[in-house]
């Protein structure tokens, strides 16, 4: 089974179709008329004076989301829905003004949040309303390149500042607790092994059993060897899992957990060991503070951690 979007409610959420098929293929084949029916604007129809939210449509399906990872998507596409069409939609491509632009981004500062304003008031963040401005402007860059508009009226737009977020890192007793609350909520390998090596989410996730081997305590990512006691446990592991991912979905076992899962299985398990909320990479930070803390120099470090050079780390 698949869907495609056939359009959006009042409050701008997606109503679907499903199309049947007894094989993804099948699903495909089914998908491609209606798709090709909604698909948007034929090239030779683009005018310079055409709507914005018309150009839009047509500048993401065509030279945005074929580029993009699938899990990228919804966030270009809530964008353009939630935030640029119902604002900027209706201007022509070629009236579209800086100043247009301007107002816009400071609207969406003031009064842009559309869900979940008694917790976060009515504006959006800065960083969201510079991904709404980077959205506007790959959009018109391309009308630039395909001839449509003489300039691209984004390119001087002035933003709320890009902010680093801070590094965090769990002290040894929250470590402590983490490592405890997983044990108990059954994801104690998984956050051990992340702990020991500083792998990204990715990494980790996509591990699987061949790529440990058991008796040098090799894993072959870049490869890292692990500690003795960290192979313990991945063996003693290993005996209850029937998969070949290292850490497979509870659903299907032949596929790995997902990302945003684990992300909030994360948040749970910090919640109840009465630690701070920190972000999936701050364990990778906090295995280099440790790995630092504990002798180990900053060039072995920095090939840990698949950085391209020690000054990085």
């Not at 963040?125 to 630039?144: E, G, I, K, P, Y």
């Not at 060897?225 to 850490?247: D, N, T």
């Not at 979905?249 to 948040?267: A, I, K």
């Not at 972000?279 to 790995?291: C, G, M, P, S």
Request: glycine share 6%; hydrophobic share 35%; proline share 5%.
């Amino acid at each position: 089974r698949d869907r495609y979007v056939v359009g959006y409610d009042d409050h701008g959420y997606p109503k679907t179709k499903a199309v049947f098929g007894k094989s993804k293929r099948e699903c495909a084949e089914k998908l491609a008329a209606p798709k090709a029916q909604l698909g948007g604007i034929p090239s030779d129809k683009l005018r310079p004076e055409m709507r914005f939210a018309d150009w839009l449509d047509y500048w993401y399906e065509t030279h945005c989301k074929p580029n993009i990872r699938t899990s990228t998507q919804s966030g270009y596409e809530d964008r353009i829905r939630l935030h640029i069409k119902p604002e900027l939609g209706e201007i022509p491509l070629n009236r579209l003004t800086q100043n247009d632009l301007q107002q816009f981004y400071a609207r969406l500062k003031k009064s842009g949040r559309k869900t979940r304003t008694e917790c976060y008031g009515e504006g959006l963040s800065d960083r969201m309303v510079r991904m709404c401005h980077a959205t506007c402007r790959s959009a018109l860059q391309r009308a630039v390149q395909d001839g449509l508009i003489r300039t691209n009226p984004a390119e001087d737009c002035k933003l709320p500042p890009k902010k680093a977020r801070e590094m965090q890192v769990l002290a040894r007793d929250e470590l402590q607790r983490f490592l405890i609350q997983a044990q108990a909520e059954g994801y104690y390998e998984l956050f051990l092994l992340d702990l020991a090596t500083g792998l990204r989410r990715g990494e980790l996730l996509a591990l699987q059993w061949n790529d440990l081997d058991f008796e040098t305590g090799v894993l072959t990512i870049s490869k890292q060897v692990l500690p003795p006691a960290v192979v313990q446990v991945l063996k003693e592991y290993r005996e209850s899992v029937h998969s070949r991912w290292m850490f497979p979905s509870p659903v299907l076992e032949d596929l790995p957990l997902n990302p945003g899962s684990v992300y909030d299985r994360l948040q749970l398990i910090l919640e109840h060991a009465n630690c701070k909320q920190v972000r999936f990479h701050d364990l990778r930070h906090t295995f280099a503070t440790l790995a630092l803390q504990n002798g180990m120099d900053v060039k072995t470090l920095s090939a840990m951690l698949g950085h391209v050079s020690a000054a990085t780390t």
